[in-house]
Each structure stands twice: as C-alpha cells, then as structure tokens.
C-alpha cells in the first residue's frame, strides 16, 4: 500500500518513538526511502525533537525587547484614551435604548395610540348593513 506524504507526517512522531505497529513503520519507512520532501520533514522533526531534549532556551533576537516595549507602550496608550470595556458597554447601552425605542414607537403605532383600543374603530356586528356602491355612480343619490 502506497502512503500519502500527509499521512506519513501525521504519524512521524510516533515512527520516531518506535510506537507504530511492525506493518506500520515499515510501510513509513518504505514512504521514507522515496520521498524526499517527507524525509526532510522528518529532518527537522528530529532537531526539534533534539533541541527540546537539549533543554536549551532559543536565543531571541536582538531587537526582541525593543519590539516588546514598544508594543506595550502602545497599548498603554490605546488603553488611556479609549478603554475597551467602557465602549463595549456604551455599546451594549445604545443597542438597547435604540431598541427600546423602536419597541416603544412601533408599539403605539404612527398615530400614537393602537388601533385595537381606539373606540372610533369599534363596530357593531347585531344588524347588517347594505351599502349599494354603485348607485352614485348611476346617477342616484
């Protein structure tokens, strides 16, 4: 069976731990032998994995500090003159009054009151009322 090169980089790790199973880290080390790119992943596995053992801190470099600083400064700044959590929580002040404000208007309708309520709307269903539209336009009253 022929491995992809993303499922032999997948299991690195363990074929360097010797923790795959025989079938296993042979078909890896079959991959190995063909394929340079995964060979050079391996590689640079290995002086990772040595640099860990090693127990050595990587040295930063020279302008790391400079550029830290300057971050924080920065920041403190920012921080000073416009603090997050005050516009988040004007923030969250403007979209409630805004929708309480559109609860309120359109609640009482354009007018200012609900039609529902509104004792000129109110119709009396006892008796039927017949209504000859086109009587006015032929001339009638």
Sequence with gaps: MNMKCSEVRRMLP???????????????AKHLAAC???????????????????????????????????????????????????LRAAAAVLVVAASLGAGVFLGHGFAGRSAATDESWSVSYSAPVAIDVYEPALGGE
């Design 14 to 28: 363990a074929w360097l731990d010797r923790e795959l199973a025989d079938s296993r880290r042979d078909e890896v």
């Design 36 to 86: 340079v790119v995964c060979r050079a992943e391996m590689a640079a596995l290995r002086r990772d994995l040595a640099a860990l053992a090693s127990g050595r801190a990587p040295e930063p470099s020279p302008f790391l500090l400079t550029r830290v600083m300057a971050e924080v400064r920065t920041r403190r700044l920012a921080r000073r003159f416009l603090p997050v959590p005050v």
